[in-house]
């Protein structure tokens, strides 16, 4: 047996999109920015990668429900790399993620009282994922 998993904690970068598959399953996808810092010369660089989300069932229904661009997001499941040509011809590479396991770690709650960044806490139903509150969650 072998295995591609990938685990990313991130922000999305914009509003997930549930959709209906003609066996009427529930879908959603969802991009995710992880941001981190190299060192490069005497400098340090902010760099950002870009994950494409996709969940399936009830898990894809919470969140379309519960997430909203900025929401911080544990995100585990399987990778692969996806390859297409965009409108001018440039040959691209996109990492996508099958999540298995999505825990919400803000919620859009938190920015619309104006507090900028999420709390951290889980906004989310019983059903995000293995871990039941933050208390429980590993890091």
């Known amino acids: 047996m072998s295995l591609a998993q990938m ?3 991130g922000n999305l970068g914009g509003k997930p999109k549930l959709r209906t598959t003609p066996n009427d399953q529930k879908v959603c996808d969802f991009s995710v920015a992880v941001n981190s810092k190299k060192r490069v010369g005497g400098e340090v660089e902010e760099l950002t990668q870009w994950f ?4 399936w069932g009830k898990q894809a229904e919470s969140c379309a429900q ?3 661009k900025g929401t911080r997001v544990y995100a585990q499941g399987r990778f692969e790399l996806q390859f297409w040509t965009d ?3 440039t040959e691209r590479t996109t990492l996508a993620i099958t999540g298995d396991n999505i825990v919400f770690l803000g919620d859009k709650k938190d920015r619309d009282n104006g507090e900028g960044e999420t709390t951290g806490q889980q906004s989310a139903p019983a059903d995000t994922g293995r871990f039941g509150k933050d208390d429980d969650v590993p890091f």
């Open 7 to 9: 685990t990313i904690i």
């Open 66 to 68: 519960y997430l909203d």
């Open 52 to 55: 494409k989300v996709t969940v």
């Open 87 to 89: 409108d001018s011809g």
